[in-house]
């Protein structure tokens, strides 16, 4: 495991608009909402030590959505003739919530492809029956990654529990013996390379017969491992020209979650990835209120996303991971 960073300036953060430089921050335009996201309550069977929105069994700071309220969105997508190819399901444990056999046969049929993130135990398990006909019948539009934090099952489980090792495998297993489309997500959790990793889980593959190839990045997702009070710097307008890329490449510019707070009559549009603990808009203000049943994707969610935002809960942001890689 790596030594813990210094804490965060609690300076830093604090402007949607500057740094504490005063130099003007970095945003991003909602170019195209390729990518839809849905986090479907934050109650998950597991209880990980570095949870970027710390679900567990009784956190349900994020509740359910129901399928009627995917479909509303769903709805909207196809009313408005937008160019979303690619629904997401996070949580919490996705397969957790009751109607989310539902939710996927509904997305399935309408022609997008579905993303679910998983931890494959005993949630996605009484699932089997209902993934089995959708997977007759949308062959590889469904893909179910599995959150594996490490190669061998002793680092794996110091992050998500003792005999949380087994379980998962066997799920991934199921997975790939039964002809679903399955990726495996991981972390750097044990402070080894990018390289070492993949190498580790090209032999936990070929030792399973998993037929998932380790090199490649979309197959298995390696994440940075990364800490919320981290003193890490802000980000400017500079870090384009830094980092040699555009703000239209980054995930901000192309997606969006759908998430349902405890209280609240209806789902709110955030940014992807988010933290229930992040204000449901990128300059840390509230979205306008809506009148029920629209529940714009794009028309009321934040149209740039800010530098500021993300560490609005001691770095909600950046705790993340890429299309919220964790499940």
């Known amino acids: 495991m790596t030594e813990p960073p210094s804490q965060l300036d609690p300076r830093k953060f604090q402007d949607p608009f500057l740094t504490v430089k005063g130099e003007r921050r970095a945003h991003v335009a909602l170019r195209s909402l390729d990518t839809l996201w849905f986090n479907t309550g934050t109650l998950c069977?597991?209880?990980?030590?570095?949870?970027?929105?710390?679900?567990?069994?009784?956190?349900?700071?994020?509740?359910?959505?129901?399928?009627?309220?995917?479909?509303?969105?769903?709805?909207?997508?196809?009313?408005?003739?937008?160019?979303?190819?690619?629904?997401?399901?996070?949580?919490?444990?996705?397969?957790?919530?009751?109607?989310?056999?539902?939710?996927?046969?509904?997305?399935?049929?309408?022609?997008?492809?579905?993303?679910?993130?998983?931890?494959?135990?005993?949630?996605?398990?009484?699932?089997?029956?209902?993934?089995?006909?959708?997977?007759?019948?949308?062959?590889?539009?469904?893909?179910?990654?599995?959150?594996?934090?490490?190669?061998?099952?002793?680092?794996?489980?110091?992050?998500?529990?003792?005999?949380?090792?087994?379980?998962?495998?066997?799920?991934?297993?199921?997975?790939?013996?039964?002809?679903?489309?399955?990726?495996?997500?991981?972390?750097?959790?044990?402070?080894?390379?990018?390289?070492?990793?993949?190498?580790?889980?090209?032999?936990?593959?070929?030792?399973?017969?998993?037929?998932?190839?380790?090199?490649?990045?979309?197959a298995l997702t390696v994440f940075p491992e990364m800490d919320a009070a981290a003193d890490v710097p802000e980000i400017t307008e500079a870090c384009w020209g830094i980092l040699g890329k555009s703000p239209e490449s980054v995930m901000c510019a192309t997606s969006r979650m759908i998430v349902k707070r405890k209280g609240e009559a209806i789902p709110s549009s955030l940014l992807a990835p988010c933290s229930p603990t992040i204000p449901a808009s990128s300059s840390a203000e509230p979205l306008p209120p809506r009148a029920a049943p629209c529940r714009s994707t794009t028309r009321t969610a934040p149209n740039s996303a800010s530098s500021a935002a993300a560490p609005a809960a001691a770095g909600d942001f950046r705790h993340a991971r890429e299309v919220l890689g964790q499940s």
């Not at 495998?169 to 489309?181: A, C, E, K, V």
């Not at 580790?200 to 017969?209: D, I, T, V």
């Open 45 to 218: 069977n597991l209880t990980c030590q570095h949870c970027y929105i710390e679900s567990s069994p009784k956190n349900d700071r994020l509740i359910y959505l129901t399928a009627a309220e995917v479909a509303e969105y769903l709805d909207e997508i196809e009313a408005g003739g937008l160019p979303t190819s690619l629904i997401g399901f996070t949580g919490g444990e996705p397969f957790m919530n009751p109607e989310l056999p539902r939710m996927l046969e509904d997305v399935l049929s309408r022609g997008f492809r579905a993303l679910i993130l998983t931890n494959a135990m005993k949630p996605m398990a009484k699932c089997k029956p209902a993934l089995l006909k959708l997977r007759d019948r949308f062959g590889d539009r469904l893909t179910i990654r599995v959150s594996i934090d490490h190669y061998g099952p002793q680092v794996h489980e110091v992050e998500r529990g003792k005999r949380s090792w087994r379980p998962t495998i066997d799920g991934l297993l199921w997975l790939t013996r039964s002809g679903f489309s399955a990726h495996v997500a991981s972390r750097r959790l044990s402070g080894e390379s990018e390289a070492a990793i993949r190498s580790g889980f090209a032999g936990l593959f070929a030792e399973l017969g998993v037929a998932i190839d380790a090199t490649d990045p979309v």
